[in-house]
C-alpha cells in the first residue's frame, strides 16, 4: 500500500512538472523536477533494470533538453515516457 501512495504522489508531481513546463514557468518546472529526483529514490528499487535503464536513459533525455531549454520536449519525456513506468 505504500508504494501505491508513493507512486500516485510521483504521478502527481509529474503531471504539475509537466504542467509547468508547457506554460512555461521554467523555474518552477525545475524546481519540482529537483523534488522529482529526490523523491524517486525510493520507488527505484521496486523496479527491474530494464525499467530501471529506461528511465536512466529518459533522465539523460530530460538533462540534454534542460541544457538546450526545450521545456516542452521535457515535459513530454517526463509525462509519456516516465509516468506510465511509475503508475
Wanted: aromatic content about 8%; hydrophobic content about 40%.
Amino acid at each position: 500500500m505504500e508504494k501505491l501512495g508513493a507512486s500516485n504522489q510521483l504521478c502527481d508531481l509529474i503531471d504539475k512538472i509537466a504542467y509547468s513546463f508547457r506554460i512555461g514557468y521554467e523555474a518552477q518546472g525545475n524546481d519540482l523536477l529537483g523534488e522529482f529526483t529526490h523523491s524517486i529514490d525510493s520507488l527505484l528499487s521496486t523496479l527491474s533494470t530494464e525499467k530501471l535503464t529506461y528511465i536512466n536513459a529518459c533522465l539523460t533525455l530530460m538533462l540534454n533538453a534542460q541544457t538546450r531549454r526545450d521545456s516542452i520536449f521535457i515535459a513530454d519525456i517526463i509525462e509519456y515516457e516516465i509516468k506510465p513506468i511509475i503508475k
